[in-house]
Antibody
Framework: QMQLQESGPGLVKPSETLSLTCSVS??????????WGWIRQPPGKGLEWIGS???????YWNPSLKSRVTISVDTSKSQFSLRLSSVTAADTAVYYC???????????????????WGQGTLVTVSS | SYVLTQPPSVSVAPGETARVTCGGN??????VHWYQQKPGQAPVLVIY???DRPSGIPERFSGSNSGNTATLTITRVEAGDEADYFC???????????FGTGTKVTVL
């Protein structure tokens, strides 16, 4: 059974960079059918996709966050990571990592459902 | 950008049928996925590709999608079905995921 687990600081100061890692077990992060995504949920609010990455390192972002987001993958550790720069209180949220499928051509992508999720980790932005 | 609209809340008595709608422009041309989220827990996929159920999800959960509305239907509702439900699509025109606003299903 595939499992994902987020880790990282629970408190980040405004203007600094939020960094989280997702560890994948029970399956290969290098499986060609899988993509790995980050989703966040502010307290009491809905879900927002942040971005996704393929094991090759190709990454994809929500246009609204693209300028602040970096997603990377370390296949040797079976981990992928999120960095979100210049954070503000509006970035306070539970951050989830999740697996999804799909494919990408040279011009566009088509992604599918998120079928495995981590438990989520709350990140608070405060001084 | 593409917008998915859900009713904030749906109330249903035990044993009855709950219907959660997800409205979007020509959503029938897209694949819709549905998630159940209980308080303090991660979302769980309950319907994918409009109407398919992952293993372990009861047959009481079903989905449909046509025109400008997708619908999640829960028959013979149980107390354990009380949760927030979110719809989701991939918007190929903007190359990103869109989630619905979420619906809280309350079992009376």
């Amino acid at each position: 059974q595939m499992q994902l687990q987020e880790s990282g600081p629970g408190l980040v100061k405004p203007s600094e960079t939020l960094s989280l890692t997702c560890s994948v077990s029970g399956g290969s992060i290098s499986s060609p059918s899988n993509y790995w995504g980050w989703i966040r949920q502010p307290p009491g609010k809905g879900l927002e996709w942040i971005g996704s990455i393929y094991y090759s390192g190709s990454s994809y972002w929500n246009p609204s966050l693209k300028s602040r987001v970096t997603i990377s993958v370390d296949t040797s550790k079976s981990q992928f990571s999120l960095r979100l720069s210049s954070v503000t209180a509006a970035d306070t949220a539970v951050y989830y990592c999740a697996r999804h499928g799909g494919y990408c051509s040279t011009t566009s992508c088509s992604f599918t459902e998120f079928d495995y999720w981590g438990q989520g980790t709350l990140v608070t932005v405060s001084s | 950008s593409y917008v998915l609209t859900q009713p904030p809340s749906v109330s249903v008595a035990p044993g009855e049928t709950a219907r959660v709608t997800c409205g979007g422009n020509n959503i029938g041309s897209k694949s819709v996925h549905w998630y159940q989220q209980k308080p303090g827990q991660a979302p769980v996929l309950v319907i994918y590709y409009d109407r398919d159920r992952p293993s372990g999800i009861p047959e009481r959960f079903s989905g449909s999608n046509s025109g400008n509305t997708a619908t999640l239907t829960i028959t013979r509702v149980e107390a354990g079905d009380e949760a927030d439900y979110f719809c989701q699509v991939w918007d190929i025109s903007s190359d990103h995921y869109v989630f619905g606003t979420g619906t809280k299903v309350t079992v009376l």
